[in-house]
Nanobody, 113 residues
C-alpha cells in the first residue's frame, strides 16, 4: 500500500526557514518522480516543485530562489527546504506521486508575525 507521510510544518515568523519531509512507503521510491504541492487557505492546490528519477529539478518560478527540493532514495524521503518564508507561503504542503495519483495527508505551514 502506497503511503506518503509529510512532517516538519509549523508556525514561523516571516524570514525564517522550515524543512519539510515526506517519508514514502509501499513502493520503490527511487523509481518515481516526486512532487511538492501546497494549498493556501481558500485557494486551489498549486504545484511547488518536482524532483525526477533522472535528477531533473524544477520549481514554481516565484519560489525558485527560496525553496530547495531534495530526495534521499536510500531512506525513501523527499524534502523541501523553505527559506525566507513569507506570509504568502502559508498553507498545507503535500507530497505527491503522479503515478496512481497518490497524496500524503499534508503538513500545515503558517508564516505569521
Amino acid at each position: 500500500q502506497v503511503k506518503l507521510v509529510e512532517s516538519g510544518g509549523g508556525l514561523v515568523q516571516p524570514g525564517e526557514s522550515l524543512r519539510l519531509s515526506c517519508v514514502a512507503s509501499g513502493f520503490d521510491f527511487g523509481r518515481y518522480d516526486m512532487h511538492w504541492y501546497r494549498q493556501p487557505p481558500g485557494k486551489e492546490r498549486e504545484w511547488v516543485a518536482v524532483f525526477t528519477t533522472g535528477g531533473f529539478i524544477n520549481y514554481k518560478s516565484a519560489l525558485r530562489n527560496r525553496f530547495i527540493i531534495s530526495r534521499d532514495n536510500a531512506n525513501n524521503t523527499l524534502y523541501l527546504q523553505m527559506n525566507y518564508l513569507e506570509p504568502e507561503d502559508t498553507g498545507i504542503y503535500y507530497c505527491y506521486r503522479r503515478t496512481g495519483n497518490c497524496w500524503g495527508q499534508g503538513t500545515q505551514v503558517v508564516v505569521s508575525s
